[in-house]
């Protein structure tokens, strides 16, 4: 795993994640949509009427920002990446109302105390180092109104288990084995783990894989409530997200299996225990208090 480098990954969203992610939210709306998003727009909203201000932080492209523009609410979004930025600016073009901040976790002392119904980070928790997330936590804190909500996402670290990858040999090497797999015979584990899988060194690098180029933290779904808990976070809810029906190395053997099983989870079963394992990240729905 790569270690954290905030100037890294700064530079990986502008310049490699932000053009390759380039999209107009408007003409492929339904396609662009992704499954965090509609789990929060058709599991989560509809039951938090009045909400007031929301606010997204690490807005990226503004996909979600501009379907929230369409609902009335009072909406910010914040975003360090002045190329994410840019599309974020041209997909919320409809709602100018919408406050577009520049800037990171710093760009949250613009915003007022309890200012915040809803505090909303979607793939973000996973690109920050131990000290950003320990001051992100604290501004939201501050931020978030008397009874507000926070939505944020992370990667599931459990579902390396199901990729039979190289992921799956650094979960058992670094998660379950160590520091007993050590010594002499750690090499000798990690061959013969590695002998179990078809293809140990799969999937290929990629440019454009985040979890190749820059640190991206994962999270252990089954320890992350106690540890919120710890901090004065209630879990109100955990939706998992990004099913794979099969692991992805099966993928194409039983294309239409694996299409029935990701109907039958994503988003309307997002719940499901089976999500621990088959999902690719989750959603977690937090409030003050322990
Ligand atoms: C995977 S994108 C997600 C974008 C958007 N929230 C979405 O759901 O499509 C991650 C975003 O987090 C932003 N980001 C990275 N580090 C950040 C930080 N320290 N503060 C705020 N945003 C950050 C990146 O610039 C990028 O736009």
Not at 230 to 247: D, I, M, N, Q, T
């Amino acid at each position: 795993m790569r270690e954290f480098d905030a100037q890294r990954r700064n530079t990986f969203f502008d310049q490699v994640f932000a053009p390759v992610q380039a999209r107009d939210v408007r003409e492929e709306r339904e396609a662009w949509l992704h499954p965090r998003d509609r789990i929060l727009l058709e599991r989560l909203l509809p039951g938090r009427k009045g909400i007031g201000t929301v606010l997204d932080f690490g807005c990226g492209q503004g996909r979600l920002l501009s379907e929230l523009g369409k609902l009335g609410f009072s909406l910010i979004g914040i975003e360090p990446s002045d190329g994410m930025r840019a599309e974020a600016e041209n997909n919320c073009r409809d709602h100018p109302e919408i406050r577009l901040v520049a800037g990171g976790i710093e760009a949250l002392e613009e915003i007022e105390d309890n200012a915040v119904d809803f505090f909303i980070a979607m793939g973000v928790f996973q690109y920050l180092g131990d000290e950003e997330t320990a001051t992100l936590m604290q501004a939201i804190e501050r931020v978030l109104a008397p009874g507000g909500t926070v939505i944020a996402t992370f990667q599931n670290a459990l579902f390396d288990l199901f990729t039979f990858n190289k992921y799956t040999l650094d979960f058992m090497m670094n998660d379950l084995l160590a520091p007993h797999a050590n010594g002499a015979e750690k090499e000798s584990v990690e061959s013969a783990l590695a002998g179990l899988m078809t293809r140990s060194d799969a999937p290929p690098y990629g440019e454009a894989r985040a979890r190749d180029n820059i640190f991206v933290r994962l999270t252990n779904p089954l320890t992350q409530t106690e540890e919120l808990r710890s901090h004065g976070w209630a879990v109100k809810g955990r939706y998992f997200y990004e099913y794979f029906g099969l692991p992805p190395l099966v993928k194409d053997a039983a294309p239409d299996t694996f299409a029935r099983i990701v109907e039958s989870f994503e988003v309307v079963n997002a719940e499901a225990w089976q999500g621990h394992f088959m999902a690719n990240a989750f959603l977690v729905e937090l409030e003050r208090g322990g």
